[in-house]
């Protein structure tokens, strides 16, 4: 890999950016509330279009109100490299979430334009619309429509919870473009987001170099007893459906801590009748299982089926288990990560290999072209939330981390 060139960025017109958008939505509490296709969203795209007009960009819509800003490379026979991420938010979302990734794009090709520099490839910056999933579900629908995980007019039919479309709301804010979804190709994707986890703050590292994402397998689970009188009922003749799920929460448990770094979790459970003094009878939970590695994620899988059925025999209980989602593991490109790896020993930063616990929109676009992702820490890692914190020096980093990547994988076509 040919070295960069040592193009630094501007840490202060970063910060200074972050926190000017950051008053489209401002909450009280110091958050922002910009939910997908909202007044709010409308006056943050504005700004973000006018921005990259100003530096020269031309600024294309699709119709699913994703936006791409492109500035021409040396060359006209390469696609662009993408950088970017996402400016919508939670409806008590932080200033850091998404927006980081966009903005530090931004910074990224400010720089190149102060500098005079001209990549070989055209450099282009990417919004996708409705990343949160917070108005409308699913998640990523922007990215996910150009990934061809959900059709365009999926996408369009989505609707919040009085109703409105996707396609209404956007029309509203005037962010139905005219260029059909995944007509705006780029080469590859670059995604700077901060790390929404407490792993890169305790290892006392700056940058993550993000490998990929974890897959996730959910699993619906009831178990079956029989309900009965608890005054009147010996213990030893109970089928009793909530101990028996007790015990298999603890198995699940275990799986999780016997494939680390592989998490397995109960996080929602039903108890029938869920009355004192009734012996339950029936009892519905939750499993979600993640692991980077498919073939370990299976294993996860397995281990807990059998330990939920051994549960059930020795307890005389019924049980019925099924898979209800089912997302594979993603693998980012080996090429791009090691352009991250060098973009972050280029500028001196601590870094680390990690993969990512949360969807994001490159994990999509990883399925169609190259893609891979850049973390920076968040403090004690909360996202989702108003008081969501990373230091400017952290994005800072992210972003430089950002450019010195980009001109790495840029470098080949010199
Ligand atoms: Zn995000």
């Not at 365009?152 to 139905?176: K, P, W």
Request: net charge negative; hydrophobic share 45%.
């Amino acid at each position: 890999m040919a070295a960069a060139p040592n193009l630094v960025i501007n840490p202060t017109r970063l910060w200074d950016t972050l926190m000017q958008t950051a008053q489209y939505g401002a909450t009280a509490k110091g958050g922002i509330r910009r939910l997908a296709a909202s007044e709010e969203d409308r006056q943050v795209r504005d700004w973000f279009k006018n921005a990259c007009e100003a530096l020269g960009c031309t600024v294309q819509i699709d119709t699913c109100g994703n936006m791409f800003a492109t500035r021409p490379g040396r060359r006209t026979d390469l696609l662009p490299i993408a950088l970017g991420s996402h400016l919508d938010t939670q409806p008590t979302g932080g200033k850091f979430d998404g927006v980081l990734g966009v903005l530090a794009a931004l910074e990224a090709l400010r720089t190149l334009i102060d500098m005079g520099y001209e990549t070989n490839a055209p450099v282009m910056i990417v919004n996708w619309t409705n990343e949160e999933g917070a108005r409308f579900a699913p998640a990523m629908l922007g990215s996910g429509a150009y990934a061809g995980i959900f059709t365009e007019e999926a996408a369009h039919a989505a609707a919040d919870r009085e109703g409105t479309t996707l396609q209404s709301a956007l029309s509203t804010i005037g962010y139905v473009g005219p260029e059909p979804v995944a007509t705006q190709r780029f080469q590859a994707l670059f995604e700077l987001h901060i790390e929404q986890g407490p792993i890169l703050e305790a290892d006392n590292k700056t940058i993550g170099v993000v490998t990929g994402v974890q897959g996730i397998s959910w699993f619906e689970v009831t178990v079956n007893g029989q309900e009965a009188h608890t005054g009147a009922t010996p213990m030893h003749l109970r089928r009793n459906a909530l101990l028996g799920a007790a015990r298999m929460i603890e198995a699940i448990n275990t799986v999780g801590l016997a494939h680390v770094p592989g998490v397995a979790s109960v996080g929602l459970l039903e108890n029938r009748p869920n009355s004192r003094n009734v012996v339950p009878g029936e009892v519905f939970f939750t499993i979600d299982l993640r692991h980077p590695d498919a073939t370990i994620l299976t294993q996860m899988e397995q281990a807990c089926q059998s330990a939920l059925s051994d549960i059930a025999t020795a307890m005389n209980l019924d049980i019925d288990q099924h898979r209800a989602w089912h997302s594979p593991p993603v693998l980012f490109s080996p090429a791009m990560i090691a352009c991250v790896r060098q973009g972050a020993t280029q500028a001196g930063l601590p870094a680390r290999d990690i993969t990512s616990g949360a969807g994001h929109d490159a994990a999509y676009i990883a399925r169609i072209v190259p893609a891979t992702m850049i973390f920076v820490p968040c403090l004690n890692g909360v996202s989702h939330n108003e008081a969501e914190s990373a230091t400017p020096q952290d994005c800072a980093a992210g972003a430089q981390v950002l450019l010195n990547a980009l001109l790495g994988y840029d470098g080949q076509f010199g």
